[in-house]
């Protein structure tokens, strides 16, 4: 079992950047495929990115290709989200999730673990 505690959300204004963290519990770490996800207000859970266990694989979401970066540091059990250049529409609770390597992908249902979620809210 792995617990999740993310942290670096707040507000921003539209093109400037925050970087989110996701502190993970346990020695296995290494083990478990990452990823972010978001729930915009009123509406669903979103994927936003993910990563593999060795951190040598992404994936991303078409709406934050080429402004946001999921990374990894598994000396750390912390995986990382940058994002640049914010537009309003990024706006939501930010989820960090947790899946064993032998799983994972885009939906919300596929990974098993997550933490509470730190609120982004980017300003025009």
């Known amino acids: 079992q792995v617990q999740l505690g993310e942290s670096g959300g707040g507000l921003v204004q539209a093109g400037g950047s925050l970087r989110l963290s996701c502190a993970a519990s346990g020695r296995t770490f290494s083990s478990y495929n990452m990823g972010w996800f978001r729930q915009p207000p009123g509406k669903e859970r979103e994927f936003v990115a993910t990563?593999?266990?060795?951190?040598?694989?992404?994936y991303y979401a078409d709406s934050v290709k080429g402004r946001f970066t999921i990374a990894r540091d598994n000396a750390k059990n912390t995986v990382y989200l940058q994002m640049n250049s914010l537009k309003p529409e990024d706006t939501a609770v930010y989820y960090c999730e947790a899946v064993p390597h032998t799983s994972g992908g885009t939906q919300p249902g596929d990974y098993d673990y997550w933490g509470q979620g730190p609120q982004v809210t980017v300003s025009s």
């Open positions: 990563i593999n266990w060795s951190g040598r694989s992404t």
